[in-house]
């Protein structure tokens, strides 16, 4: 760890031992240290209660009561709340004006634990320029500069940005959804898109955390974002390769497992031997000459064999020899004039 690193570590325990000594009664330090999980895991007001032989609803009363008091002495003369501020809040300008709590962390102490996160969200829970929302469904636990926002205006921001992804409607780079915003600073759209659960991101573009292209669930989900991204068919090793080359968390699988989901989902045709295609791209599953008829019924007309060749080769990866023996030697077509075709 760096010796900067060292120094903020250090003054981060020495500033939540300087605000716990304010606290006059045991008691009440016992709830803060345990409910903010300050030394140890955090710990619900039921546990709490009952280690202290007091009602949870109690225990509430007390820790609001105390966090307004530190609240109250923040604003007026706890120095080493005024001095952690403004480190705080010069990290925080990096990040985009608002971070998630991990993000912020992770910028004051090397290899944060979680005992570190949970001692940085209680010093931002009291610091007066700092808004704060807390983890829940919909949020991560966040803080951000209240000269920019509200803690309402954090949700509200948050929001804005999900409405502006579901209208691009896939994927998209972080410039493109501040400027649908009308926002200038990507790294404050990018800040705020990292506070929701609703979203995610990867290899560069943000999008809900329901769409597969940013957040892949499952060896299918990467599969196909395999073939998204490299935008033409693939031999089933090469996905495989790419796949435990990639970034994505658990990619640790067999050739084998990838080709089974291949075959079992409708988004991936088989266009080649072992070759897979995505279904959108205009592909079709079935044998050469159910392409090759496929062509000529959209045609309506005869075709000539190099018309037929190309159009074919647009939906099926496959040797042009492999077509020309097909179309000679399958009773579903007929030679209607020289090097012509059509259905029989």
């Known amino acids: 760890m760096a010796e900067t690193d060292k120094a903020t570590t250090l003054h981060i325990e020495k500033t939540i031992g300087n605000i716990l000594d304010v606290i006059d009664r045991e008691r009440e330090r016992e709830i803060i240290s345990r409910r903010y999980g300050l030394f140890d895991r955090k710990e619900t007001l039921e546990q709490i209660g009952e280690l202290l032989g007091i009602t949870r609803e109690r225990v509430r009363q007390l820790e609001k009561s105390v966090i307004l008091r530190l609240k109250a002495a923040a604003e007026k003369d706890l120095q080493d709340i005024e001095d952690i501020s403004d480190v705080f809040k010069q990290e925080i300008v990096k990040l985009g004006g608002v ?35 807390d983890e829940s469904d919909h949020y991560h636990m966040t803080t951000g500069l209240v000269s920019l926002h509200s803690e309402k205006a954090i949700r509200d921001q948050v929001g804005y940005v999900i409405e502006a992804i579901k209208k691009i409607g896939q994927p998209a780079k972080i410039e493109e959804i501040a400027g649908s ?59 495989a390769k790419s796949i435990r080359d990639s970034g994505f968390k658990r990619k640790d699988v067999t050739t084998q497992a990838i080709h089974n989901e291949l075959i079992k989902d409708g988004r991936f045709v088989l266009v080649g031997r072992g070759i897979y295609a995505l279904k959108e791209w205009g592909y079709k599953k079935g044998t050469v000459s159910d392409v090759i008829t496929e062509v000529l019924t959209e045609a309506k007309e005869p075709l000539h064999r190099d018309e037929i060749v190309k159009r074919v080769l647009k939906k099926r990866f496959v040797k042009e020899t492999t077509i020309l023996l097909n179309l000679q030697g399958k009773p579903e077509f007929k030679r209607v004039a020289k090097a012509t075709y059509a259905l029989a």
């Open 99 to 133: 971070a998630r709590i991990s993000d912020l962390t992770a910028t004051l102490v090397e290899n944060p634990t979680k005992l570190d996160q949970s001692r940085v969200s209680f010093l931002a829970q009291l610091v007066p320029s700092l808004a704060f929302v």
């Open 181 to 239: 915003l009308g926002d200038p600073s990507a790294e404050h759209v990018r800040a705020l898109a990292s506070i929701s659960k609703h979203l995610a991101h990867l290899n560069g573009r943000w999008g809900l955390a329901k769409w597969p292209m940013v957040n892949p669930k499952n060896i299918r989900d990467k599969i196909y974002v395999i073939l998204h991204e490299n935008g033409k068919q693939m031999h089933f090793n090469e996905i």
